[in-house]
């Protein structure tokens, strides 16, 4: 699913909009015993209850794809008798009115799920008639052709509020508040089936979870039989590990500089584009090319890059490259740099030693102390000193390439 697709379902989280038929929890304390469990149909329940739950279920399709929001692939074993993805169709084509298939899906969940403390299962089921789209890309509410038939789950942490002062409005004065247990936003979540080019896909879902670099593998392959692809974090370290080891000495400041340009060149080149910018193995290469990497270098980079990717590894750009910052760090030292002033940094050959170099102005500040960047009245530099402070007027001392 791409960020359009996502959108659209999310839109049916409104009164105006939605398509949810029945509503399904099942409420687990922290040793793992349900304490309770509903089934509603949900557009009987109160109207502030239902814009609670609209909250809870649009943050389980909200995040940054390929990091918070995975698209996942059901292999072909998960689609036979017993597996996740036929157990997931079973669940959907009941249209949650099976009472043992709930059970069947909260033991589920209660079995895999490693969480310690108390938390709510909720599970819906909604018809979407999907509207048609003119040439132009506007909805045809009266061309529908498909209703989109789905389920959505959401794991949502329920926690004891905190203790405080409350203000007691009969009494006329200030007592200890009542504290009671409220169910939060959800940490775990999936969409099936996935809503694939504004259709149902069977065998794919989306699957959401609140922390991108804690995805709770073991809980997604035993519910699901999907493996996990890797998180952000991983594809960050896995992309650094194929830089370094491809380029060796040669990767230096200037051409980590250059990559990072490429990246954020590309990210607002397809800013608009629903779909996440990824970077197979061409794609990688063409990328360190373009930033300058020695072509001797380059002869290693497909045994490279099967080997710290795999060879049919595919990177997203959003992971990979930080367009809010560009970071320089020494042993000692961490410098950030705004990523459109990349530039103002280099690298100088200084008395002997290679240094990073800043170009700085007469605003500067230390601790928040304004400090004069020109040299104190009647303290005449020499004029090696004269022609250095002239480029710049700060020197870091390092002795590798810069990030390493």
């Given at each position: 699913m791409n960020k359009k697709e996502i959108s659209e379902i999310k839109k049916q989280f409104t009164p105006d909009n939605c398509a949810i038929t029945r509503i399904c929890g099942c409420y687990v304390d922290g040793e793992k015993n349900k304490k309770t469990e509903m089934v509603d149909a949900f557009l009987s329940l109160p109207e502030e209850e239902r814009f609670k739950y609209f909250e809870i279920f649009r943050k389980t399709l909200s995040g940054t794809l390929g990091k918070n929001l995975l698209n996942m692939d059901f292999p072909l074993d998960s689609e036979m008798p017993g597996g996740g993805q036929h157990f997931f169709l079973k669940l959907r084509t009941s249209h949650l009115e099976d009472p043992q298939l709930l059970e069947q899906f909260y033991d589920k969940i209660i079995e895999t799920y490693d969480y310690g403390e108390n938390y709510l299962i909720l599970l819906i089921h909604a018809l979407y008639d999907i509207p048609g789209k003119s040439s132009d890309n506007l909805e045809m509410f009266d061309a529908s052709d498909e209703v989109y038939d789905y389920i959505l789950c959401s794991i949502c942490?329920?926690?004891?509020?905190?203790?405080?002062?409350?203000?007691?409005?009969?009494?006329?004065?200030?007592?200890?508040?009542?504290?009671?247990?409220?169910?939060?936003?959800?940490?775990?979540?999936?969409?099936?089936?996935?809503?694939?080019?504004?259709?149902?896909?069977?065998?794919?879902?989306?699957?959401?979870?609140?922390?991108?670099?804690?995805?709770?593998?073991?809980?997604?392959?035993?519910?699901?039989?999907?493996?996990?692809?890797?998180?952000?974090?991983?594809?960050?370290?896995?992309?650094?590990?194929?830089?370094?080891?491809?380029?060796?000495?040669?990767?230096?400041?200037?051409?980590?500089?250059?990559?990072?340009?490429?990246?954020?060149?590309?990210?607002?080149?397809?800013?608009?584009?629903?779909?996440?910018?990824?970077?197979?193995?061409?794609?990688?290469?063409?990328?360190?090319?373009?930033?300058?990497?020695?072509?001797?270098?380059?002869?290693?980079?497909?045994?490279?890059?099967?080997?710290?990717?795999?060879?049919?590894?595919?990177?997203?750009?959003?992971?990979?490259?930080?367009?809010?910052?560009?970071?320089?760090?020494?042993?000692?030292?961490?410098i950030q740099v705004d990523p459109d002033c990349a530039d103002l940094v280099e690298t100088r050959i200084i008395d002997g030693r290679r240094c990073l170099v800043i170009g700085i102005d007469d605003n500067v500040t230390v601790n928040g102390i304004s400090v004069a960047a020109t040299e104190k009245a009647g303290m005449e530099p020499s004029s090696a000193e004269a022609a250095e402070s002239e480029a710049a007027a700060a020197k870091i001392f390092y002795d590798g390439p810069a990030g390493q």
């Open positions: 942490p329920v926690k004891l509020s905190k203790a405080g002062l409350s203000y007691d409005s009969e009494e006329n004065c200030f007592r200890n508040r009542t504290r009671d247990w409220i169910v939060e936003m959800p940490d775990r979540g999936f969409l099936f089936p996935a809503f694939n080019e504004r259709s149902s896909d069977i065998h794919s879902f989306l699957y959401y979870s609140k922390n991108g670099e804690d995805l709770h593998e073991a809980f997604v392959e035993t519910l699901s039989g999907c493996p996990m692809p890797m998180t952000a974090g991983d594809q960050k370290e896995t992309f650094n590990m194929l830089v370094e080891e491809t380029l060796g000495e040669t990767c230096d400041y200037e051409l980590v500089r250059n990559i990072h340009e490429q990246l954020t060149a590309m990210i607002e080149e397809k800013k608009d584009d629903p779909e996440p910018l990824s970077l197979d193995k061409h794609e990688v290469r063409t990328l360190l090319e373009a930033s300058g990497a020695d072509d001797e270098k380059m002869e290693a980079f497909d045994h490279n890059f099967d080997e710290v990717a795999g060879a049919k590894a595919s990177l997203l750009v959003s992971n990979v490259a930080n367009t809010r910052k560009f970071e320089i760090k020494t042993p000692v030292i961490t």
